[in-house]
């Protein structure tokens, strides 16, 4: 159970920021004793492998931060957010961690299946996000979105970490992530609305 909520804690935070999860996974193995990622996922922890994925992980803070520039990241954030929460569910349940003593041997013999769930989670909250963004770009004139990609980069770090620390805190992040997604999704379908009662008024 405790390798399934840290896998679902790390891909959630890859739908938010693709780079906060594996950087959070390599660093804490390579220079930490509180990660021992399983050798198919080593690669995460290698120095040059790291500095790549520090590289990304700041293009994409300050592209998700620029009004229009994040719509724009968004669309290519499509294929990688659910390729990065695939590759996090998949090493952090294969990973002895200080929560996770003992990965269960399901998610050690088909690879496969842990990368598909993480790329679906991912891919969920992504597609949120990414909805969600023009509206608060529209109903703030842009002012909204650097503070709401700052909460969204903050909340990835603090998922990731709570996925390998301490997993069960991962189901107050999936009720989070829940509440947040039906109020953008009802924002959203709200501002739809009032656009076509002003266009049909007109």
Same mark, same amino acid.
């Given at each position: 159970?405790?390798?399934?909520?840290?896998?679902?804690?790390?891909?959630?935070?890859?739908?938010?920021?693709?780079?906060?999860?594996?950087?959070?996974?390599?660093?804490?193995?390579?220079?930490?004793?509180?990660?021992?990622?399983?050798?198919?996922?080593?690669?995460?922890?290698?120095?040059?492998?790291?500095?790549?994925?520090?590289?990304?992980?700041?293009?994409?803070?300050?592209?998700?931060?620029?009004?229009?520039?994040?719509?724009?990241?968004?669309?290519?954030?499509?294929?990688?957010?659910?390729?990065?929460?695939?590759?996090?569910?998949?090493?952090?349940?294969?990973?002895?961690?200080?929560?996770?003593?003992?990965?269960?041997?399901?998610?050690?013999?088909?690879?496969?299946?842990?990368?598909?769930?993480? =790329? *679906?989670?991912?891919?969920? @909250?992504?597609? &949120?996000?990414?909805?969600?963004?023009? %509206? $608060?770009? !529209?109903?703030? +004139?842009?002012?909204?979105?650097?503070?709401?990609?700052?909460?969204?980069?903050?909340?990835?770090?603090?998922?990731?970490? =709570? *996925?390998?620390?301490?997993? @069960?805190?991962? &189901?107050?992040?999936?009720?989070?992530? %829940? $509440?947040? !997604?039906?109020? +953008?999704?009802?924002?959203?379908?709200?501002?739809?609305?009032?656009?076509?009662?002003?266009?049909?008024?007109?």
């Amino acid at each position: 159970m405790l390798e399934l909520l840290a896998g679902t804690g790390l891909a959630l935070a890859a739908g938010l920021n693709a780079w906060i999860p594996l950087v959070v996974l390599g660093a804490l193995d390579r220079f930490t004793g509180l990660v021992e990622l399983p050798p198919a996922w080593a690669w995460l922890a290698n120095e040059w492998v790291l500095l790549i994925l520090v590289v990304l992980l700041i293009v994409e803070i300050v592209a998700d931060k620029v009004p229009g520039l994040d719509s724009v990241n968004d669309v290519v954030q499509t294929i990688v957010r659910p390729t990065a929460g695939g590759l996090a569910f998949g090493s952090g349940t294969g990973a002895t961690t200080v929560a996770v003593t003992d990965p269960e041997a399901f998610f050690a013999s088909d690879q496969w299946i842990p990368i598909a769930i993480g =790329a *679906a989670l991912a891919l969920g @909250v992504h597609l &949120v996000k990414a909805l969600a963004r023009p %509206v $608060v770009n !529209a109903t703030t +004139a842009g002012l909204g979105a650097p503070v709401v990609s700052t909460v969204e980069d903050v909340g990835s770090a603090v998922l990731a970490f =709570a *996925a390998i620390l301490v997993p @069960v805190l991962v &189901v107050v992040g999936v009720v989070a992530i %829940v $509440v947040a !997604a039906v109020i +953008a999704l009802r924002t959203r379908a709200a501002r739809r609305a009032a656009k076509r009662a002003a266009t049909d008024s007109a």
